[in-house]
């Protein structure tokens, strides 16, 4: 069964890091196009980062330029999101989510179909 795992969420104090993984089962990660989305209830689930498969391009929210990493593990189908420099707005539930496409058209969450089911970030003093 095609599936996707995330781990690595958990409680940090600001300025600290985590680093999210997502374990794929039925994909071939380094085949399409991947993303990390987050969401605070009450508000829209909001793209993260997001790559390309083929060792296509990766590209971040502007939020997230400069201070969170997307990466993949080919050998271990994995992907990875590094998060540094962490803030109290970081706060959320971040999920992985991939579609069939090898490249991300965009980061609209409607194109995208298989999703996690989530790993809490909590970034506090």
């Known amino acids: 069964q095609a599936r996707l795992e995330e781990s690595g969420g958990g409680s940090v104090q600001p300025g600290g890091s985590l680093r999210l993984a997502c374990a794929a089962s039925g994909y071939t990660l380094s085949e399409i196009c991947a993303a990390w989305f987050r969401e605070v209830p009450g508000k829209e689930r909001e793209a993260v980062a997001w790559?390309?498969?083929?060792?296509?391009?990766?590209d971040y929210a502007s939020f997230a330029k400069g201070r969170f990493t997307i990466s993949r593990d080919n050998a271990k189908n994995t992907l990875y999101l590094q998060m540094d420099s962490l803030r109290p707005d970081d706060t959320a539930t971040y999920y992985c989510?991939?579609?069939?496409?090898?490249?991300?058209?965009?980061?609209?969450?409607?194109?995208?179909?298989?999703w996690g089911q989530g790993t809490q970030v909590t970034v506090s003093s």
């Open positions: 790559i390309s498969g083929r060792d296509g391009p990766a």
């Open positions: 989510a991939a579609q069939s496409k090898w490249f991300c058209p965009s980061n609209d969450r409607r194109l995208f179909t298989y």
